[in-house]
């Protein structure tokens, strides 16, 4: 009698199955460009590949790959790469973009020759040219009569422009709703919080879909309107937290809510104050330390209070209060501060240190406000928050401006989601080796020389991008826009 095998077991068995089956893409497709179709080594990769299917069939019953932005999943179990086998993972994810492929599902009647077939068709057509698009794909399966592979087209909104202008979309629609509840809360008028939940869930899909592109919207900073673009971020950066932290989908529409209003109260503060280019002083000071109350009082009082988290009330009053209970608005009792804001007190903190104001000459950049931020772990934020909230990040975060080694000056666009690699995130190149700015290409430094084995690029240092004239924001409105 065949032993039971535990859920974490399964998971790793398909995991390892299915990235041996990515590995024996890799080789098929690049095979399949070299050498002629009844060569010993390309057959002999054919059956290992339809092998590996039919291990997966009998096994787990399916055996699909598809593709959601930059991420490959089997079976629906999210596959992870390491350092030894990246490259094998980006080669046959290109492979899939570049043709629109979103599923490649295979049938339990797939044969060695249908899988034989698809290689040649992708790597080069009955024309010699290998299949470029999703429609010159499926035309190369229809005519070999392939029906142990079902090939799907990627849906619209996984393709890169169109997702991101969506997710652009939704960044501005949080400022306009934003503007409306301040103004409605000043005429006394009714805060749409139906309209608020169905923003807070659209923002969630995106964050699920492409975060490092959310997160690199959060580079937009308007002085003059600083506290919609900062609740706006505030509220995107809480989000992405509370889902690295666990919570489910409900409790992070609560936490976008929440962390949305937290600034309300500074509608009761004098903009004069509020935009001194000096310090301020004790009275200013006293003023200013009111908003949390003022925040918290509007929830209370907010004529769609039924619709509100009791948990926002919360983060109104408390996203000041320190993790050693100072801060204001003090006195403060122990273990009273609530978990949403002691997330929105670190995602607060960041977005308005990383910010310009006017009376501050300059902001930190998003490593250094980082750092800063670890320096003051356990007095100022809770310290296993804070340092979910430094992985989420990154070592490079998206929007830093960094110098490679081969001189160029680049963006960062996405961090790597493999642990190992965190140092290698994907960036734009901004400069070249001269210092002439370009509109260069999107790289990932986590490319390895074939003959080498060494990365092609790697970080030497981030750089401040004002000092060398980039608006990081214009960088992120222009894929949108693309």
Do not use: W
Not at 130 to 148: C, F, N, Q, R, V
Not at 195 to 204: A, G, I
């Amino acid at each position: 009698m065949s032993e039971t095998k535990s859920a974490p077991e399964k998971t790793k068995q398909l995991h390892q199955l299915a990235v041996e089956m990515v590995v024996r893409q890799n080789v098929i497709l690049k095979s399949a460009r070299i050498y002629e179709p009844n060569n010993l080594i390309f057959s002999r990769q054919i059956g290992l590949l339809h092998s590996l299917v039919k291990t997966a069939l009998a096994e787990f019953g399916e055996a699909v790959f598809t593709v959601r932005t930059s991420t490959l999943f089997f079976n629906s179990l999210r596959l992870k790469f390491g350092v030894a086998n990246y490259h094998f993972f980006k080669f046959v994810s290109e492979e899939y973009r570049k043709r629109e492929i979103g599923a490649l599902r295979f049938d339990p009647r797939v044969t060695e020759e249908e899988i034989k077939q698809l290689a040649l068709a992708m790597a080069k057509g009955s024309d010699g040219r290998p299949a470029d698009s999703y429609e010159t794909l499926a035309a190369e399966i229809g005519k070999h009569g392939i029906s142990g592979i079902i090939v799907e087209k990627t849906l619209e909104e996984d393709l890169g422009p169109s997702r991101e202008r969506s997710a652009a979309k939704v960044f501005f629609l949080g400022l306009t709703h934003l503007e409306d509840a301040f103004r409605a809360e000043q005429g006394e008028e009714k805060i749409k919080l139906g309209t608020t939940r169905r923003l807070m869930q659209s923002v969630f899909n995106h964050i699920v879909d492409n975060e490092s592109f959310l997160q690199g919207m959060t580079n937009i900073k308007n002085f003059h309107e600083y506290t919609l673009n900062h609740s706006m971020n505030v509220c995107i950066l809480s989000i992405a937290l509370g889902r690295r932290l666990g919570l489910d989908r409900n409790e992070l529409i609560d936490l976008g809510v929440s962390a949305f209003f937290h600034d309300l109260g500074k509608l009761d503060t004098p903009r004069d104050i509020l935009e001194k280019p000096s310090k301020l002083d004790d009275r200013e000071r006293k003023i200013i330390e009111k908003h949390p109350y003022h925040g918290a009082g509007k929830l209370i009082q907010s004529r769609d209070f039924r619709g509100l988290p009791l948990r926002a009330i919360h983060v109104a009053l408390e996203h000041h209060v320190k993790e050693d209970l100072t801060g204001y608005p003090r006195p403060y009792r122990k273990h009273t501060v609530n978990l949403f804001s002691r997330i929105v007190k670190i995602t607060d903190f960041f977005d308005a240190i990383t910010t310009k104001r006017v009376y501050r000459t300059s902001q930190f950049t998003r490593d250094e406000a980082l750092t800063l931020m670890l320096a003051q772990s356990g007095r100022e934020f809770q310290p296993a928050l804070l340092r979910e909230f430094v992985k989420m990040m990154g070592v490079y975060p998206v929007g830093s401006l960094v110098a490679l080694d081969t001189g160029e000056l680049a963006l960062v666009m996405e961090n790597n989601p493999e642990t190992k690699l965190l140092l290698r995130p994907t960036v734009k190149i901004l400069a070249s080796a001269d210092g002439q700015r370009v509109d260069g290409e999107v790289i990932d430094l986590a490319e390895v020389n074939p003959e080498t084995k060494g990365f092609l690029h790697t970080i030497v240092k981030t750089l401040d991008p004002e000092k060398y004239g980039v608006r990081v924001a214009d960088y992120f409105l222009a894929r949108a826009e693309s």
